[in-house]
T-cell receptor, first 116, second 110 residues
Framework: GAVVSQHPSRVICKSGTSVKIECRSL??????MFWYRQFPKQSLMLMAT?????????EQGVEKDKFLINHASLTLSTLTVTSAHPEDSSFYIC????????????FGPGTRLTVL | ELKVEQNPLFLSMQEGKNYTIYCNYS?????LYWYRQDPGKSLESLFV?????AVKQEGRLMASLDTKARLSTLHITAAVHDLSATYFC??????????FGTGTSLTVIP
């Protein structure tokens, strides 16, 4: 149980294009989903917290207009990187939390974004 | 600012040896999580520690939590090559988000 999927696993795009990454909880309802970014040989950096049906809460320094997050249902959250540039290249990982009172997060397999 | 520090950052150890990775955090938290990450992969959950004095073991790995000292340890017994990976601890002191440690890159040498 508690499986989280991400799609796509890898994406290569040209500079200036937008890329959408999907995060799905497959066997549970996730009231909260999180989006992380990880640079090579570094720890995970929280980008935003996404609650179903409400606007995402972004961490300081993360551009809301650059990284659009939509949590449309209890099983799906999407991250759209708008007008991507090479510096947006990174490993993006989502996670989902089962319920408000159970705080363990279950992590997706990650999406490797490369912007040329 | 909340800090979660791991020690060491890099660890090279011989097969068969024992070693301990330390995770120190700067604010009170009674929840601590350990994860493993292989190159190019996402996080794999190893242990969930939910109270002071919690100890959990799985195979050659054992994790413990001392909330009073704000310290968790991940002990490796008789290391094997398959344990080579990066290990992260994470705390959730406020119940709303994880704060990850700096990570420990472990290489087990034959």
């Amino acid at each position: 149980g508690a499986v989280v999927s991400q799609h796509p696993s890898r994406v290569i795009c040209k500079s200036g294009t937008s890329v959408k990454i999907e995060c799905r909880s497959l066997d549970f309802q996730a009231t909260t989903m999180f989006w992380y970014r990880q640079f090579p040989k570094q720890s995970l950096m929280l980008m935003a917290t996404s609650n179903e049906g409400s606007k995402a809460t972004y961490e300081q320094g993360v551009e809301k207009d650059k990284f659009l997050i939509n949590h449309a249902s209890l099983t799906l959250s999407t991250l759209t990187v708008t007008s991507a540039h090479p510096e947006d290249s990174s490993f993006y990982i989502c996670s989902a939390r089962v319920a408000p009172t159970y705080n363990e997060q279950f992590f997706g397999p990650g999406t490797r974004l490369t912007v040329l | 600012e909340l800090k979660v520090e791991q020690n060491p950052l890099f660890l090279s150890m011989q097969e068969g040896k024992n070693y301990t990775i330390y995770c120190n955090y700067s604010t009170t938290s009674d929840r601590l999580y350990w994860y493993r990450q292989d190159p190019g992969k996402s996080l794999e959950s190893l242990f969930v520690l939910l109270s002071n004095g919690a100890v959990k073991q799985e195979g050659r790995l054992m994790a413990s939590l001392d909330t009073k000292a704000r310290l968790s340890t991940l002990h490796i017994t008789a290391a094997v090559h398959d344990l080579s990976a990066t290990y992260f601890c994470a705390v959730d002191p406020y119940g709303n988000q994880f704060y990850f440690g700096t990570g420990t890159s472990l290489t087990v040498i034959p």
